[in-house]
């Protein structure tokens, strides 16, 4: 009988090293909720590698921000589509790192840039978009495990297996017109291109990759927050 005990001790002990809780083994690992002290919204969190991001799109209501279509059911659904400045809170109203950078405007941000993300957060450089492609195993094929299980046009619906969950939001151009809802899902990176243009990440419905592009930063697009690296992080208040 203390045998058998002890040996079944030893088989739950094996088990439970053997399970893999990094990245590499497809999966992302659920974080706490996340709070925005500015209105009380929650969003739910997810660490996929060394990043902890927001598994859900930012829904902050600034200036220079909407719902697609203009309704705000979508808000709810998507998240806000935000222009390149109000991402990256050209006014300073929550930190200087990001102040004048908008259309038009040349700029040199100071990394990291919290942008209209809550406190302890970040608008995401490129470098970290692509940091967050490795770690699910390269851009070839990250699309399809970044994407949400539901809401993509044409059978385009991801796995999700590292709990991303990137909505189609789709986009809202200067002229109010929106786009692609269903389709495609575009997020902004904090790198300038040039004063008209900035980086952002995309996933389409009919693509199993994840891509890096730009496109004029007057667009408007969707935001997710990146949690600050606290060992990196330099005072901005």
Known sequence: MKR?????????????????TDSASGEGISGSVLTDSRDGRTYKTVTIGAQTWMAENLNYETA??????????????????YTWA???????????????????KKCSPT????????????LPTRTEWKTLFAAVGGSSGAGTKLK???????NG?????????????????????YYYEGRNAYFWSSDEYGDDIAF???LRYDLADAYLSY????????????????SAQTAEE
């Not at 739950?12 to 893999?20: I, N, S, W």
């Not at 220079?64 to 589509?81: E, I």
């Not at 990394?111 to 970040?122: A, D, E, F, N, S």
């Not at 949400?148 to 044409?154: F, I, R």
């Open 148 to 154: 949400s299980t539901s809401g993509w046009d044409n």
């Open 64 to 81: 220079n921000s909407y719902c697609y279509g203009d309704s705000p059911a979508n808000c709810t659904k998507y998240g806000r589509l």
């Open 200 to 202: 952002d990440s995309y």
């Open 157 to 177: 619906d991801g796995t999700d297996v590292f709990s991303f969950s990137a909505r189609p939001a789709g986009f809202r151009r200067p002229d109010g017109k």
């Open 4 to 20: 058998f005990s002890f040996a079944l001790i030893l088989a739950l002990m094996f088990a439970a090293c053997g399970k893999d």
């Open 215 to 230: 496109y004029s930063n007057d667009d408007g697009f969707s935001v997710r927050c990146l949690k600050d690296d606290i």
């Open 111 to 122: 990394y990291p840039v919290r942008g209209v993300c809550p406190k302890g957060w970040h």
């Open 86 to 104: 109000a991402a990256m809170d050209s006014a300073g109203t929550w930190s200087l790192n990001g102040v004048g950078c908008g259309y038009k």
